[in-house]
């Protein structure tokens, strides 16, 4: 499609330059016509070719002006030499419109500039900045700005070409020139003083303002990739429910509008010298579930404690990272934890290491026999293929496609299958073997049948009643700043809001689906937890999807890909000690059921009860307590820290006011 669009586009300007030079006028018409249509499908389906096109000095800019001068050519060669006095008027309007489109670019840079502010915030009041909405898409875009705003004037020379009227191209180039006057116009209005958002400076003072008013005491510090969000989005709830003053702190603009819908105020600090004015807030402790390049810069502050709490635990090698032991402490789930890092000699000391448990999983239902249907839910939810290369981290590639035929093999089996999200971003393979996979999905579900729950039209209702409480309102559209102007202080309740909708929209989606219809999970609804919860049977990798689902209790497998014997990957892998393994063939899988339908079959059930408390700590106090035990305890340090600063800098200043001043005579 990309080479057709290219040759389509290449064949109209070739046409049009010897339509131009003949002169045709039918081909330069058509010609014409052409390349404008092709540029049309360029900007609404095909906009990655404006990129290559761009890298090769063709953008759209170089190609609207060539269009323009054959179309000018053409007419010059139609009407001879005693034309070229009358075209003369014509030809200097068409300067005259491109001199107003660079004019229009350079000030929407302007623009785009004094709307391009230190701080992004969202769920914070920040209308003191003067906050307005967006320019015109067309105002802040070049390329669909000289489309339209040129269309007029090429519609004209065209006209001209045909009728020999210059009075048509006359016309078409008059409405070009008002529509890029009253553009400029409105773009030099927003430079004024009283019209633009506030400046850097009169920004970081309202930041200081506001630190000083809110009282952070607690933040979630994050930064990373477009597709990282899911790993600060799962703290999000724990963070909200702990005593304090919870703040979002985010490196990159364009996480803002990833991180999940909540009613933490979120402040994005992407300059160095930002982030430093943390150093002067009440905030204590700050929160890691990452490590990114920019995590060093947050730990220069000296008056914060920092604390890293990964966004899962598994046995891979990622889940004891050396850069742990740049933390104050290392929070982590269970026993077992603490002695990985033992194992894994990184630096990190035990005494640096917290057992919190997984605040998370304190609602995940707990085992309650099994099934009692027609019907056994299986949920197989295999990791990714990580940067390593290592066969043995996803199973997709290896066994995936073995697995998935075992289990749509028996009758009674109903699968979810839920991947990774970023399954095939490393490997290819793995992502052609998830498409099969689902492709398997939708051919076992061509062979069934049966009821269908009837639409009430509940699930659509809850759905749209969702998106409201959790979509903001802004344009699709909008820049930074209009979004920070309609993602202002939420309402009262929201937060419990949002909780009620969601788990009324999770019972509904599950009622909706009929019982024996095997579904591919992929969206952000419904979530992993609520997988877990209609899950019978969980089918896995080393991950900590296997640690989570342990809350639960009910059995769970793994896939064996590593290419280790079955002794050697339990021992290398304690989280598969209460599972069941399942070689890359599958084979397992029937005995594996039926286990899960039987309890006397079911071997395991003690070994899991064991090892939940192994990888995940005791049950009481809940994780939610112990998480914010944690929080209070390192706040307590970082104030007392704070204030032997504070002692030992007002003991040193009076001695070197004393040693500096001058001498009396």
Request: charged share 20%; aromatic share 6%; proline share 7%.
């Amino acid at each position: 499609m990309k080479a057709l669009v290219a040759a389509a586009l290449g064949a109209a300007f070739c046409a049009q330059a010897v339509a131009a030079l003949l002169p045709h006028v039918p081909l330069l018409l058509a010609a014409t016509a052409t390349a404008l249509a092709v540029e049309g499908v360029l900007f609404r389906w095909q906009r990655g070719m404006l990129a290559v096109f761009a890298k090769s000095h063709a953008d759209i800019t170089v190609r609207h002006v060539v269009r323009d001068l054959l179309l000018v050519v053409g007419l010059l060669r139609l009407g001879g030499q005693e034309r070229e006095t009358v075209y003369a008027p014509l030809v200097a309007g068409l300067l005259a419109f491109y001199a107003l489109h660079c004019a229009i670019q350079a000030v929407s840079v302007l623009v785009r500039r004094t709307r391009t502010l230190p701080v992004v915030t969202r769920n914070i009041d920040a209308s003191a900045l003067r906050l307005s909405p967006a320019p015109p898409l067309l105002l802040r875009r070049p390329g669909p700005r000289l489309l339209v705003y040129g269309l007029p004037s090429t519609a004209g020379l065209l006209g001209t070409a045909a009728t020999a009227d210059p009075r048509c191209a006359a016309l078409g180039i008059a409405l070009s020139l008002g529509l890029s006057l009253v553009g400029l116009s409105g773009l030099l209005l927003r430079l004024l003083p009283g019209r633009r958002p506030a400046g850097e400076q009169e920004v970081l003072r309202w930041l200081d303002a506001w630190l000083a008013e809110y009282r952070p005491t607690v933040g979630l510090y994050f930064s990373g990739g477009t597709s990282s969000a899911y790993q600060a989005n799962m703290w999000l709830e724990p963070i909200a429910r702990l005593d304090g003053r919870p703040l979002i702190v985010l490196r990159e603009r364009f996480m803002v509008q990833k991180i999940a819908p909540t009613d933490i105020p979120i402040l994005c600090l992407p300059r160095v010298s930002t982030l430093m004015r943390l150093e002067q807030s009440t905030l204590q402790v700050l929160i890691h579930p990452s490590n990114s390049g920019k995590t060093s810069q947050v730990l220069r502050i000296p008056t914060l404690k920092h604390t890293f709490v990964n966004h899962g635990e598994s046995d891979k090698l990622s889940s004891c990272n050396p850069y742990a032991k740049a933390y104050d402490e290392v929070w982590v789930a269970g026993p077992a934890a603490r002695e990985r890092y033992a194992l894994a000699e990184v630096g990190v000391e035990d005494k640096d290491v917290v057992e919190i448990g997984r605040p998370q999983l304190d609602a995940v239902r707990r085992y309650a026999g099994p099934p009692t249907g027609p019907y056994t839910t299986v949920l197989y939810a295999p990791t990714w293929e990580g940067w390593d290369g290592n066969p043995g981290n996803t199973s997709v590639v290896a066994a995936g496609e073995n697995l998935v035929r075992a289990l749509l093999a028996d009758p009674g089996v109903r699968l979810l299958y839920k991947p990774h999200p970023l399954t095939g971003s490393v490997d290819p393979r793995a992502g052609a073997a998830d498409l099969r996979i689902r492709e398997l999905v939708r051919a076992a579900n061509r062979e069934r049948s049966g009821e269908r729950p009837a639409d009430d039209g509940e699930l659509a209702r809850l759905t749209r009643e969702l998106d409201r409480l959790t979509t903001s309102g802004f344009r699709a559209r909008a820049d930074q700043v209009e979004r920070m102007m309609v993602q202002s202080t939420p309402e009262a309740g929201r937060a419990q809001a949002v909780a009620r909708a969601t788990a009324a929209w999770e019972e509904a989606y599950w009622a909706a689906l009929p019982e024996w219809e095997h579904q591919v999970v992929t969206d952000v609804r419904p979530t992993l937890f609520s997988c877990f919860d209609r899950s019978d049977l969980l089918i896995s990798d080393v991950s900590s999807v296997i640690s989570d689902f342990l809350a639960s209790e009910k059995p769970y497998a793994v896939a064996n890909t590593s290419g280790l014997a079955e002794d050697v990957f339990r021992k290398t892998f304690p989280t598969v000690r209460a599972a069941t393994v399942l070689t890359p063939d599958a084979a397992g899988v029937p005995a594996l059921l039926a286990a899960v339908r039987d309890p006397e079959k079911d071997e395991l059930a003690a070994a899991r009860a064991e090892l939940k408390r192994h990888l995940l700590g005791p049950a009481e106090p809940s994780a939610q307590e112990r998480f914010n035990t944690a929080v209070q305890e390192l706040g307590s340090a970082a104030r007392e820290h704070r204030a032997r600063m504070a002692e030992r800098l007002a003991a040193e200043v009076p001695e070197q006011r004393q040693e500096d001043a001058p001498a009396r005579t």
